[in-house]
């Protein structure tokens, strides 16, 4: 990525934070065409020396259907962004430069040569279809979803100056076996268990609070999960652990009549460690978060699906769909190398967002449960210090959303990432239901 680009990401995640994601989009291939338009202005604005298209004033041009387009400059020290940006939503006179639809050209500034193409099809700035030049005939194709590479550097047999002028569904079609559209038209109605699961998590948290190593147990009584003792009731509360016990009964008691009960949850479960952890696990406790989770996830599986989901494999996230990731380093986002799922570790937090994105497109019947790990103590052993509930979906809206519940309350994706850069975090899947009870 330049260091324009970088400039431009920056700008963009910081200025417009507070609405990233416009709704209402269309499926792609009813994405209004402006390759017309786009010729008409090819040499005026793509071809044109940089001075002269740096002087231009901004305009508007009307497409045959109505739609309004924005064609704009961006300056940046060594490049210029040529902006062809759609109107958000007809008549709103808003062009934030990625509504669904619009297209950026990114031009060196002593050269005038054109080294990217950026397209839009989600009204997203997180979600990019972008081209850059390789040889005379040839250029690539990356397809980045929250700053994670799903398709790189794939090779397109087309020069990379014919795409000022094609037509979008023609440009598709040139990668279309290796695209991953469905990325870009998420099924709102698929999404609607989940956001009712959310509404009526969210009324019962004011009447929670934290207490360090509460949970309720089988019979509604609020215990310490070491000692299964009873708590003050003065100071009754629920942890991490007991707060996504809280969730999960929430979700089985209404169909088993009943809350689970905590030692199960305590027992180990799967694969995990070593001779070497074996010596410090009792001392230390270095499994707990990942047993737990686990085990909450093998009592939903098996009771809401089926007992042959309770197998770890069936439950545990084990996939991922890119290799590469943008990471913020000093305000300079550099591309990194991402290895998808660790053994007893998971996923790098870096990559978190994108995965959760395409988690959501491919499962949009599930939430997750997550253990927050990282190597700590004397000796340096992985630790599972805190689990938490993620829920990535999209609203009524269109709009991509992740929340979080941990700890007896709602917090926000970026505070969770944020405090724990270069830990990792396993993940268990959980069914979403209509009815929750806890």
């Given at each position: 990525?330049?260091?324009?680009?970088?400039?431009?990401?920056?700008?963009?995640?910081?200025?417009?934070?507070?609405n990233l994601v416009f709704g209402n989009d269309l499926p792609v291939s009813r994405i209004t065409d402006d390759s017309h338009l786009r010729l008409r202005l090819r040499d005026t604005w793509m071809l044109e020396t940089p001075n002269r298209v740096l002087s231009q004033p901004s305009r508007i041009e009307t497409l045959g259907t109505g739609e309004r387009v924005r064609i704009s400059t961006i300056e940046g020290r060594e490049e210029f962004m040529v902006l062809f940006s759609r109107e958000h939503r007809r008549g709103s006179g808003s062009y934030p430069g990625w509504a669904q639809g619009s297209w950026m050209l990114t031009r060196r500034k002593d050269?005038?040569?054109?080294?990217?193409?950026?397209?839009?099809?989600?009204?997203?700035?997180?979600?990019?279809?972008?081209?850059?030049?390789f040889d005379r005939d040839k250029c690539q194709v990356d397809v980045i979803l929250y700053g994670g590479y799903i398709a790189r550097a794939i090779?397109?047999?087309?020069?990379?100056?014919?795409?000022?002028?094609?037509?979008?569904?023609?440009?598709?079609?040139?990668?279309?076996d290796k695209f991953p559209i469905r990325?870009?038209?998420?099924?709102?109605?698929?999404?609607?268990?989940?956001?009712?699961?959310?509404?009526?998590?969210?009324?019962?948290?004011?009447?929670?609070?934290?207490?360090d190593d509460g949970a309720i147990d089988e019979n509604g009584?609020?215990?310490?999960?070491?000692?299964?003792?009873?708590?003050?009731?003065?100071?009754?509360?629920?942890?991490?652990?007991?707060?996504?016990k809280w969730l999960i009964d929430g979700i089985l008691r209404p169909v088993t009549g009943r809350r689970l009960t905590i030692p199960p949850l305590k027992a180990p479960f799967g694969q995990r460690g070593s001779s070497l952890t074996a010596n410090w696990e009792k001392e230390r406790d270095v499994f707990f978060g990942l047993d737990w989770?686990?085990?909450?996830?093998?009592?939903?599986?098996?009771?809401?699906?089926?007992?042959?989901?309770?197998?770890l494999q069936e439950f545990e996230v084990r996939t991922d769909n890119f290799s590469s990731v943008l990471v913020n380093r000093n305000r300079t986002f550099v591309t990194n190398s991402y290895p998808g799922f660790l053994n007893e570790a998971g996923y790098g937090v870096e990559g978190l967002h994108p995965l959760l994105y395409t988690l959501a497109i491919d499962d949009p019947f599930s939430f997750y449960l997550a253990a927050v790990n990282n190597e700590r103590g004397t000796p340096r052993l992985r630790t599972y210090f805190h689990v938490a509930a993620l829920i990535p979906y999209f609203d009524a809206n269109g709009d991509f959303r992740i929340v979080v519940f941990e700890s007896a309350a709602e917090t926000s994706f970026t505070a969770f990432r944020n405090r724990y850069p270069g830990h990792y975090v396993n993940l268990v899947r959980i069914p979403v239901t209509t009815r929750f009870d806890p």
């Open positions: 990525m330049s260091k324009f680009l970088v400039i431009l990401f920056i700008f963009f995640n910081s200025t417009f934070a507070i050269s005038g040569a054109g080294t990217q193409i950026q397209i839009f099809l989600r009204s997203d700035q997180n979600t990019i279809v972008q081209f850059r030049p090779p397109v047999a087309v020069p990379f100056e014919r795409l000022y002028t094609m037509q979008l569904n023609d440009i598709l079609r040139l990668i279309e990325y870009f038209e998420p099924d709102i109605a698929s999404y609607a268990d989940t956001r009712n699961f959310i509404s009526q998590v969210r009324p019962r948290l004011s009447g929670l609070r934290f207490a009584a609020y215990v310490f999960i070491e000692t299964l003792q009873p708590q003050n009731a003065a100071a009754a509360g629920l942890n991490c652990s007991g707060f996504t989770i686990r085990n909450l996830a093998a009592e939903a599986n098996g009771t809401l699906r089926s007992p042959a989901y309770r197998a």
